[in-house]
């Protein structure tokens, strides 16, 4: 584990494109997806063409043109632009489960190079890439390699989904110091409110804004449609100008 840490500063590779964004999580379930859609919604709203990824997926249904994982197309749906499901989701594995025993379950060994060869094609044809990844930053994804190494291979800028509920503030600050000690740039972050329960949001907030910077957006539960999509609106300019400063 250490040797993978202390070489990582070196190894991530040159930015893809240099329009893109990867979007990580504090955990799964911490709305990602939700964030992914909706700033790509806005920039296609925005007239931009947009490319989405799913490069890893755990969690997929048998359709008449193959397997196919939801977030994938939730992302395709919002980024309103077309381009093959295979560089789309290269890797969708049928078991919901950590991404490195969904692949050991279905034969898979994940390779980077071609992960990273979709999604150059995938930014060829797009004003802007967004690439979701699967689970926390440090998900498994075979025997040694995590999501990470991932977004080293993609070697974007990370943008941090900071699910809000009790213990965010840890994991927050965790997953940030693993993506600088990775060796990639951290663009910014959003707050998305996932628990309806949770107590005093807007001191959690201000803590992380000290920690991390300001936000690009804090999303309420339940945020509606209507008001999702003014936040979104600006998030993804915010977004925009702090990518172009990187
Ligand atoms: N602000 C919110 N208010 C209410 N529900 C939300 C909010 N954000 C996310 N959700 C819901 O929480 C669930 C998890 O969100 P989402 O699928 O976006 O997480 P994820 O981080 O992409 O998960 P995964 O690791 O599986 O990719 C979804 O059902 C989503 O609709
Ligand atoms: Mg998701």
Redesign the pocket.
């Known amino acids: 584990m250490e040797d993978r840490a202390s070489s990582a500063a070196t190894r991530c590779a040159d930015p893809v494109t240099p329009r893109g964004i990867f979007v990580a ?1 504090t ?10 859609t909706g700033l790509v919604a806005a920039a296609a709203r925005d007239g931009r063409r947009v490319a989405v990824m799913k490069p890893v997926a755990a ?1 997929a249904e048998p359709t008449p043109d193959g397997l196919r994982n939801d ?1 994938a197309l939730a992302l395709v749906a919002a980024a309103r632009c077309y381009a093959p499901y295979a560089d789309v989701n290269p890797v969708c594995l049928p078991l919901p489960a950590s991404p490195h025993i969904a692949a050991a379950e279905a034969g898979v060994r994940i390779e980077l190079p071609p992960l990273r060869a979709a999604a150059a094609r995938l930014a060829a044809g797009a004003d802007w890439l967004l690439v ?1 990844g ?2 926390g930053w440090r998900a498994p994804i075979g025997a040694r390699e995590t999501m990470a190494d991932v977004a080293c291979a993609l070697g974007l800028p990370v943008l941090l ?1 900071v ?1 809000l509920r009790l213990g965010c503030l840890n994991h927050a600050q965790l997953t940030q110091a693993a993506i600088l000690a990775d060796g990639l740039p951290f663009a910014g972050w959003i707050g ?3 628990d ?1 329960g949770m107590a005093r949001v807007a001191e959690n907030v201000a803590w992380l804004t000290q920690a991390l910077g300001e936000p690009f957006a804090v ?5 509606s449609d209507g008001r999702a999509a003014e936040v979104f609106r600006e998030a993804f300019a915010t977004a925009s100008r702090r990518l172009a400063q990187l």
């Open positions: 999580g955990d799964t379930g911490v709305g990602k997806t939700f964030v992914s969690g977030d979701e699967a689970g989904v699910g998305n409110q996932v309806p999303l309420p539960w339940g945020t």
